[in-house]
């Protein structure tokens, strides 16, 4: 039986993606600080994210290490919370790094987090296009010098095996506590409407494409570098907020100014740029290499989510 593992394995991701894979026939490892969290039918093995220790092991002729650890980003970047999200990124990675070095078969495929906030700001006007892998314009704020940072130390890496960063949009899941669950949640309530502007860019990823996708990446050994895991059709967050209205049968949602915004996210312990931050991104490695999505139009995803959603 082939073996996965999957390190950060008790957050969301890493539940739905243990699943998937244990759906496919697979052996999860999940690989974690704590069991709380991680997916029932995964094997868990600990560890501390900082030291080399017993679960190096479990590395040794794997399929993919799927390495989704780092601390939320969900929270104020005061300088403490800032030195936690980089550090948790990039020395998580270089520990990985050290592990499959240190291994007689390594792993056929390394597979590292990354995100899709690494781009500029960027809206839709006369002559704008997304970001793709090849031509995207990388920026200079803390969000993306965390994921500057992040890649530099997965590809510095001598690790010499395949490698992957997957710059990952928000993913949509009906799992309680998500974005699609506490966005519908505001929606219900008659708070759905448009943020900001209105105008930034939501890029996203229904739940199974992300997983669909992360199989596809293991099983295309042709696949390397930086992947931008993304639905084909972003959209303004206009149209997202007007999509999540609809699939729920609200009429109607309170549009939240930027100050309303900034002035909230505070209250909620959290960063407005989570979003009023345009992401205009687009899956060009994903589509080149042969990929297709189950979900590539966004109210597809939505009526589906809300199908499922308890």
């Not at 243990?18 to 999940?30: C, L």
């Not at 390594?106 to 590292?112: A, D, F, G, R, Y």
């Not at 209205?245 to 100050?259: D, H, L, Q």
Request: proline content about 2%; some cysteine; overall charge neutral.
């Amino acid at each position: 039986m082939k073996k996965i593992i999957i390190t950060g394995a008790n957050g969301f991701l890493g539940r739905i993606l243990s699943e998937f894979f244990i759906g496919k026939g697979f052996s999860v490892v999940a690989i974690a600080r704590r069991l709380e969290g991680c997916s029932a039918r995964a094997r868990y093995c600990e560890w501390d994210g900082l030291t080399l220790g017993d679960w190096v092991r479990e590395l040794e002729g794997t399929e993919a290490i799927i390495n989704l650890a780092g601390r939320t980003v969900n929270c104020r970047y005061t300088d403490e919370h800032k030195k936690e999200i980089l550090e948790s990124r990039v020395t998580t990675t270089k520990l990985i790094g050290d592990a499959i070095k240190s291994l007689t078969k390594p792993p056929e495929v390394w597979i590292n987090s990354s995100t899709a906030t690494i781009y500029e700001h960027r809206e839709q006007g006369e002559g704008v296009m997304p970001h793709t892998e090849a031509e995207g314009v990388i920026g200079d704020d803390f969000s993306m010098n965390v994921a500057k940072a992040w890649e530099k130390a997965f590809y510095e890496d001598e690790a010499n095996i395949r490698k992957v960063s997957i710059r990952t949009a928000i993913v949509l899941g009906v799992e309680k506590g998500t974005v699609f669950d506490k966005l519908s949640a505001i929606t219900r309530m008659g708070l759905g409407g448009s943020m900001g502007s209105g105008k930034q860019m939501v890029s996203w990823l229904h739940e199974e494409d992300f997983c669909r996708s992360i199989a596809f990446i293991v099983d295309h050994r042709t696949v390397e570098g930086a992947v931008n895991l993304v639905s084909p059709e972003a959209e303004t967050n206009d149209d997202f907020t007007r999509g999540l209205r609809t699939v729920w049968g609200i009429p109607f949602g309170i549009r939240a100014n930027e100050w309303m915004l900034q002035l909230g996210t505070r209250i909620m312990r959290t960063e407005a740029e989570l979003v009023l931050k345009s992401r205009w991104v687009y899956p060009s490695a994903l589509l080149d290499y042969g990929y297709e999505f189950k979900y590539s139009k966004l109210m597809l995803a939505l009526r589906d989510l809300r199908q499922r959603a308890k």
